[in-house]
């Protein structure tokens, strides 16, 4: 299994500014990944986060608005640029553990709401 | 027609009923299969996997069907706690994308 820790858990942002989002394994995962879910909404896949290289965007997301970095194989961070309320959402990260059975694990979320 | 599908609900049931969810998936060389749950404000967890053979835990009971393209899952004797939204997951074989479905609110009657 794997645990991780997100922060922030929660916070309030003003409009026009950006926030970093920070995600943290607790063992080494070749890929992690990066989810959008708004209000009523199923989760959206922002970017899987490469170690080394640069992060993989999804149709309708770019890099300038959302920059990832993953330094390592247990730390990833995401940057929600230039804020405006539709980004008001809950962003989690995620890991795919492909050995004894596939399975993802999520991060409890950050939940951000702008103003 | 969206990779994975899901009946959105609600399903409203009583307690102790047993209720099935479907999920279909358009992708064939789909690999592997899940069901989550997520409740209000939370984030997903694994309920269980999904295999050919079909899987229990429990009340909760997972079948694939690959020929129809069709994964379900059943839950006997329902609950309160059952109340929550199940995910259904589809890992893509060809690039490792996780897909989900938009999910199937599920609300337990006392």
């Known amino acids: 299994s794997a645990v991780i820790s997100q922060k922030p858990s929660r916070d309030i942002c003003q409009r026009g500014t950006s926030l970093t989002i920070q995600c943290q394994v607790d063992?080494?995962?070749?890929?992690m990944f990066w989810y959008r879910q708004q209000p009523g909404q199923s989760l959206t896949l922002i970017a899987t986060?490469?170690?080394?290289?640069?992060?993989?965007?999804e149709s309708g997301f770019v890099i300038d608005k959302f920059p990832i970095s993953r330094p390592n194989l247990t730390f990833s961070t995401l940057t929600v640029s230039n804020m405006s309320p539709e980004d008001s959402s809950i962003y989690l990260c995620?890991?795919?553990?492909?050995?004894?059975?596939?399975?993802?694990?999520f991060g409890e979320g950050s939940w951000l709401t702008v103003v | 027609r969206k990779e994975v599908e899901q009946d959105p609900g609600p399903f409203n049931v009583p307690e102790g009923a047993t209720v099935a969810f479907n999920c279909t998936y358009s992708?064939?060389?789909?690999?592997?299969f899940f069901w989550y749950r997520q409740d209000c404000r939370k984030e997903p967890k694994l309920l269980m996997s999904?295999?050919?053979s079909g899987n229990e835990d429990g009340r909760f009971t997972a079948q694939l069907n690959r020929a129809s393209q069709y994964i379900s899952l059943l839950i006997r004797d329902s609950k309160l706690s059952d109340s929550a939204t199940y995910l259904c997951?589809?890992?893509?074989?060809?690039?490792?994308?996780?897909?989900f479905g938009k999910g199937t609110r599920l609300h337990i009657l006392p």
């Open positions: 063992s080494q995962v070749t890929m």
């Open positions: 992708n064939s060389a789909s690999q592997s």
């Open positions: 995620s890991v795919g553990l492909w050995n004894s059975g596939n399975t993802i694990y």
């Open positions: 999904v295999y050919s």
């Open positions: 997951v589809v890992l893509r074989n060809r690039d490792d994308k996780i897909i």
């Open positions: 986060a490469n170690q080394g290289s640069e992060a993989t965007y």
